[in-house]
């Protein structure tokens, strides 16, 4: 059998199906058979040669669709932003990427998976908390962040955000997820990063009520 001499293409190919898959029919209806079906010629051998699960598709596609539009490099291009503002930026980015939030919202119940937990608390260890430390830090220079749990906040949003927020995880109503996001909120507040403004306040409220219709 020849070798794929361009494995990227594949991995492209696998991921750009099962997002479509994912979006239309959801992510627990959705089977590795299906993916296969779409994919024009490939094997199921094909895939499990990329990616040993679903799951393991899942994180791919999400960090793939996090970097495709990343918002903490959109963010940082506004140069006329101080470390607090681009934090807030990075939100606003990241709650108008209409596909990222579509996706959020048909996959929501595989949060039950172990798999997908763990794939999650990586990526916020590894990629998120990095990125929200060098704003805080940033901010910290110019003066519009005051705190000295810099390292520890920049871990404890993503936490907080990715997990305490979401209602597989820990289950609640909308109003009781709006209450946790406003004890969030005044946490920040008093560690000394004002993050959620009135507008921001709003947005992210929107947001909680929206997701969980």
């Known amino acids: ?17 099962a997002q479509r898959l994912f979006l239309e029919k959801g992510y627990d209806n959705t089977t590795i058979q299906d993916i296969v079906n779409e994919l ?10 990329h990616f040993k699960s679903k799951e393991e598709i899942m994180d791919a596609l999400g960090e793939k669709m996090f ?17 607090l503002q681009k934090m807030r930026e990075v939100i606003k980015i990241n709650y108008e990427d209409a596909e990222r939030v579509e996706l959020n919202k048909r996959t929501l119940p595989v949060l039950k998976n172990p798999r997908i937990l763990a794939g999650m608390i990586d ?8 990125m929200w430390l060098k704003l805080i830090e ?5 003066g519009s962040i005051k705190t000295e749990y810099a390292k520890e906040l920049s871990e404890l949003i993503s936490l907080l955000s990715d ?24 946490i920040l507040d008093a560690m000394g990063i004002p993050l959620f403004d009135d507008e921001l306040k709003d ?10 219709k």
């Open 1 to 17: 059998m020849a070798r794929n001499k361009y494995p990227e293409i594949t991995v492209e190919k696998i991921l750009d199906v």
């Open 40 to 49: 024009g010629g490939l094997t199921k051998g094909a895939i499990y040669h």
């Open 67 to 83: 970097f495709d539009n990343n918002p903490f490099t959109l963010a940082n291009e506004h140069k006329d932003l101080n470390g």
């Open 123 to 130: 990526t916020d260890r590894r990629l998120l908390a990095p």
């Open 138 to 142: 940033e901010g910290q220079a110019d």
């Open 163 to 186: 997990l305490w927020l979401s209602p597989t995880v820990y289950p609640a109503c909308a109003e009781e997820i709006i209450s946790k996001f406003k004890c969030m909120s005044a």
């Open 203 to 212: 947005l992210v409220q929107s947001h909680i009520v929206e997701l969980l």
